[in-house]
């Protein structure tokens, strides 16, 4: 017999399933309420195969109502926004709120160079890194999610971009060309990876000589940002986990009104 609480949790998952809770995107403090926690863990390890046991991740079942449950080092990993906040990715407003044109300017761009777009979502930095890298370069826009996918193609045929290409990735791989890529931009992404040690260690093995990695993340030093607070994240937290897969942080860009940009390389 499933235990009483089973069942309401279990009703409750449904309900807010039925009304098409969890289309809405997760970072901003309108947010929908979560699928609760327990259920969305069990499904995801369903899912991909993956096991509560990996040492390098821990499960707590007192945490953020915006978070996972699933931590790593330290810090709770945030639920995912779906192909339902596509409409928040392309809202007009966000050239104001985030200002996306020095995110382009700071990562100085050339000629040729291939980049990978990490969670691209709609291709909204996708297609704006496009001209940057010209007809001889490359944008990969890299996501797991097929709707999110589809929505990049059929942008990309509607412009005519022929230099922005899809990359269906996983939870642990972004499928990434080995020593393939020049840079690798992730914006607002990687406190949602379900698998961050190994995703960065990935990207790392992708990276060409000389590459750089790039995190916009909203502040997390910073209350006034109004962003719930399992979607920020601090330098600090970002040296450590990225100490962790033998990259350095060289460079902080802070000219946007909420978010770090920040710069890794590979040591040594």
Same mark, same amino acid.
């Given at each position: 017999?499933?235990?009483?609480?089973?069942?309401?949790?279990?009703?409750?998952?449904?309900?807010?399933?039925?009304?098409?809770?969890?289309?809405?995107?997760?970072?901003?403090?309108?947010?929908? @309420?979560? $699928?609760? *926690?327990?259920?969305?863990?069990?499904?995801? =390890?369903?899912?991909?195969?993956?096991? /509560? &046991?990996?040492?390098?991740?821990?499960?707590?079942?007192?945490?953020?109502?915006?978070?996972?449950?699933?931590?790593?080092?330290?810090?709770?990993?945030?639920?995912?926004?779906?192909?339902?906040?596509?409409?928040?990715?392309?809202?007009?407003?966000?050239?104001?709120?985030?200002?996306?044109?020095?995110?382009?300017?700071?990562?100085?761009?050339?000629?040729?160079?291939?980049? @990978?777009? $990490?969670? *691209?979502?709609?291709?909204?930095?996708?297609? =704006?890194?496009?001209?940057?890298?010209? /007809? &001889?370069?490359?944008?990969?826009?890299?996501?797991?999610?097929?709707?999110?996918?589809?929505?990049?193609?059929?942008?990309?045929?509607?412009?005519?971009?022929?230099?922005?290409?899809?990359?269906?990735?996983?939870?642990?791989?972004?499928?990434?060309?080995?020593?393939?890529?020049?840079?690798?931009?992730?914006?607002?992404?990687?406190?949602?990876?379900?698998?961050?040690?190994?995703?960065?260690?990935?990207?790392?093995?992708?990276?060409?000589?000389?590459?750089?990695?790039?995190?916009?993340?909203?502040?997390?030093?910073?209350?006034?940002?109004?962003?719930?607070?399992?979607?920020?994240?601090?330098?600090?937290?970002?040296?450590?986990?990225?100490?962790?897969?033998?990259?350095?942080?060289?460079?902080?860009?802070?000219?946007?009104?909420?978010?770090?940009?920040?710069?890794?390389?590979?040591?040594?």
């Amino acid at each position: 017999m499933i235990p009483k609480s089973d069942r309401n949790l279990c009703a409750l998952a449904l309900s807010l399933l039925a009304l098409g809770a969890f289309a809405a995107p997760r970072a901003v403090l309108t947010s929908a @309420a979560p $699928l609760p *926690a327990e259920l969305r863990l069990r499904a995801a =390890r369903a899912q991909s195969g993956g096991s /509560a &046991s990996d040492s390098r991740y821990e499960t707590r079942a007192l945490h953020d109502p915006e978070g996972t449950g699933k931590f790593y080092m330290g810090r709770e990993i945030a639920q995912v926004m779906g192909p339902g906040g596509i409409p928040w990715l392309d809202r007009p407003t966000r050239e104001q709120e985030e200002q996306p044109g020095k995110v382009i300017d700071a990562l100085e761009l050339h000629e040729g160079e291939v980049v @990978a777009d $990490l969670g *691209a979502g709609s291709g909204y930095f996708s297609f =704006r890194m496009a001209p940057k890298v010209g /007809a &001889s370069g490359k944008v990969l826009a890299v996501e797991i999610q097929d709707q999110m996918l589809a929505a990049i193609r059929e942008r990309a045929a509607a412009m005519k971009i022929a230099n922005v290409e899809t990359v269906k990735g996983t939870e642990t791989d972004p499928r990434l060309p080995a020593h393939g890529v020049d840079v690798v931009l992730l914006v607002d992404v990687y406190h949602e990876l379900a698998y961050p040690f190994e995703v960065m260690t990935a990207v790392g093995n992708a990276l060409k000589p000389g590459g750089r990695v790039v995190f916009v993340e909203y502040r997390k030093e910073d209350p006034k940002v109004p962003i719930k607070e399992v979607h920020k994240m601090s330098l600090e937290q970002l040296d450590k986990e990225m100490n962790a897969v033998g990259l350095a942080r060289v460079r902080t860009v802070e000219t946007l009104p909420w978010q770090h940009i920040v710069f890794y390389e590979k040591r040594g």
